[in-house]
């Protein structure tokens, strides 16, 4: 019978994700086979999954913790954000609406068969699985119809674990507070709780933790520090966006309302040459970056309307006049064409609008959206790259004659007559080294010193797992686990 415990956060953002990536591995390294599961995910940073379809990125990495495939029985519920109060609604890794958040909480609770549904199939083929919430529990006012808190712990039987974020200050309040606004049989089913990102000496805090349990009757399972290789794994969440400085090599990222896929980034980071810098609103893009990347969005339409208001438009321009090299990755590709046609109204009202004009495609969004998981070859460099496509729309023109990716027997992307501006709908490419070494090599004349992305990311995972062994009482944490009935 398999065992299943549900680590929930006193707040957002508190590491849930991280924690669970690194218990994933912690506990497969003690030879349990071992799966993640978030029952509703909010984010615009996907993966695709082998079975056809999406899931958040967090549980992508878990699964890559836990040594499996990403499947979409580990994140049944997705919400793609598209406007401030309306999301996509992804159910078992396919589309099922498009809502505002005051209709989706009318229908949340009718997911809840779904929902346990996968729950079930991962738990009659792991030894545990490790769930992970949403948000916090003590948003009481989200109770009815829950399915990603202490609705689910409820309907699936298990126990939880609730995190503290101590860096943020106010952690007492954090759980002390979640115990006084839970219903006495929420508040009953947690059973632990651990602090997290403690920066200093954690002996100091041996005293808030005496008060919280004494306050809660929760068992304390240990006070996390501050993991230093957090940065080095694939972030989720759209506030974990953060530029890195490295070496002289400038990419600039303008930062889109609506980003999406945006770990896209994360081996351009890690390369101890490059320096990716986020360009936030109100900020010009700098004159001497040598590539810019469009990243991914999840509203093109919008976000090419946010990007000529912040005059995005007119530095681009200028940086490609300079000589600067140019890379839109899907959505970023897209508006890199001459006209985006969006007749079915995917994205909003039925529109159709000029793109930025550097390369000669145009774009209809269609809705049939394009999942998959896809192996190339980069042309100039016959590097192998592997990554996945996700994204409305099919791209045409002239400057798709000069596609500089191979995928099987039909070529991807888009390359102007220069050479200097490039886009295509591959996610994930930079993580091939050899891809990334000889597309920067051509981009800024440099030759890299990087290691293995992939390795730097189980080393980190590696590390992760041992920071839990040295600070969480991991042995306590699995006795807590309930069997799945």
């Keep these: 019978m398999a065992k299943a415990i549900m680590i929930q956060g006193a707040g957002s953002n508190v590491g849930k994700s991280m924690v669970v990536a690194g218990l994933a591995r912690a506990f497969v390294r003690r030879g349990l086979s071992v799966a993640p599961f978030k029952p509703q995910n909010m984010s615009n940073n996907a993966a695709v999954t082998v079975d056809g379809g999406e899931?958040?990125?967090?549980?992508?990495?878990?699964?890559?913790?836990?040594?499996?495939?990403?499947?979409?029985?580990?994140?049944?519920?997705?919400?793609?954000?598209?406007?401030?109060?309306?999301?996509?609604?992804?159910?078992?890794?396919?589309?099922?609406?498009?809502?505002?958040?005051?209709?989706?909480?009318?229908?949340?609770?009718?997911?809840?068969?779904?929902?346990?549904?996968?729950?079930?199939?991962?738990?009659?083929?792991?030894?545990?699985?490790?769930?992970?919430?949403?948000?916090?529990?003590?948003?009481?006012?989200?109770?009815?119809?829950?399915?990603?808190n202490m609705g689910f712990a409820e309907a699936a039987d298990v126990p939880v674990v609730l995190i503290g974020d101590i860096d943020r200050g106010g952690v007492i309040a954090q759980l002390v507070g979640t115990h006084a606004v839970l219903d006495p049989a929420d508040r009953d089913r947690i059973t632990g709780f651990a602090v997290n990102?403690?920066?200093?000496?954690?002996?100091?805090?041996?005293?808030?933790?005496?008060?919280?349990?004494?306050?809660?009757?929760?068992?304390?399972?240990?006070?996390?520090?501050?993991?230093?290789?957090?940065?080095?794994?694939?972030?989720?969440?759209?506030?974990?966006?953060?530029?890195?400085?490295?070496?002289?090599?400038?990419?600039?990222?303008?930062?889109?309302?609506?980003?999406?896929?945006?770990?896209?980034?994360?081996?351009?980071?890690?390369?101890?040459?490059?320096?990716?810098?986020?360009?936030?609103q109100g900020r010009p893009l700098p004159a001497d970056a040598d590539l810019v990347v469009i990243p991914g969005s999840k509203a093109t339409i919008a976000d090419l309307a946010h990007f000529r208001e912040q005059g995005w438009d007119i530095d681009l321009m200028a940086h490609v006049r300079r000589g600067g090299h140019v890379l839109g990755i899907c959505g970023g590709y897209q508006m890199l064409g001459r006209r985006i046609v969006d007749a079915?109204?995917?994205?909003?009202?039925?529109?159709?609008?000029?793109?930025?004009?550097?390369?000669n495609v145009v774009t209809e969004m269609?809705?049939?959206?394009?999942?998959?998981?896809?192996?190339?070859?980069?042309?100039?460099?016959?590097?192998?790259?592997?990554?996945?496509?996700?994204?409305?729309?099919?791209?045409?023109?002239?400057?798709?004659?000069?596609?500089?990716l191979q995928v099987g027997d039909r070529t991807e992307g888009a390359e102007s007559a220069d050479g200097r501006v490039k886009g295509c709908y591959l996610h994930g490419l930079f993580?091939?080294?050899?891809?990334?070494?000889?597309?920067?090599?051509?981009?800024?004349?440099?030759?890299?010193?990087?290691?293995?992305?992939?390795?730097?990311?189980?080393?980190?995972?590696?590390?992760?797992?041992?920071?839990?062994?040295?600070?969480?009482?991991?042995?306590?944490?699995?006795?807590?686990?309930?069997?799945?009935?």
Aim: net charge negative.
């Design 197 to 280: 990102k403690f920066r200093g000496d954690p002996t100091l805090f041996h005293d808030g933790m005496d008060i919280i349990a004494k306050r809660t009757g929760w068992r304390p399972l240990g006070i996390l520090p501050w993991f230093q290789d957090a940065w080095k794994l694939p972030a989720e969440d759209v506030m974990d966006i953060k530029g890195r400085k490295g070496g002289a090599i400038r990419i600039a990222v303008p930062r889109l309302n609506r980003i999406a896929n945006f770990d896209d980034l994360d081996p351009l980071s890690a390369e101890p040459d490059v320096t990716v810098e986020i360009i936030e």
């Design 431 to 485: 993580a091939a080294d050899g891809f990334r070494r000889a597309y920067l090599k051509e981009v800024t004349g440099h030759d890299l010193r990087s290691g293995s992305y992939s390795d730097g990311v189980e080393a980190a995972l590696d590390g992760l797992a041992d920071h839990l062994e040295r600070h969480l009482d991991l042995d306590g944490l699995l006795a807590m686990a309930g069997t799945v009935a």
């Design 366 to 404: 269609k809705p049939q959206k394009r999942l998959s998981l896809t192996d190339a070859r980069h042309i100039a460099s016959d590097e192998p790259v592997a990554g996945y496509e996700i994204h409305l729309g099919v791209t045409e023109g002239t400057d798709r004659d000069r596609a500089w």
């Design 55 to 148: 899931i958040g990125r967090a549980q992508a990495l878990q699964a890559r913790a836990a040594g499996l495939q990403p499947h979409t029985d580990m994140n049944p519920v997705l919400l793609k954000p598209e406007t401030d109060t309306g999301a996509q609604v992804i159910v078992q890794g396919k589309r099922r609406a498009t809502l505002r958040a005051r209709d989706y909480g009318k229908m949340k609770g009718d997911l809840m068969p779904a929902v346990l549904d996968s729950f079930r199939r991962l738990s009659g083929a792991h030894d545990l699985i490790l769930i992970e919430g949403a948000g916090s529990p003590a948003e009481v006012n989200l109770r009815a119809g829950d399915i990603a």
């Design 344 to 359: 079915e109204g995917l994205e909003g009202p039925p529109t159709s609008v000029d793109g930025l004009g550097l390369l």
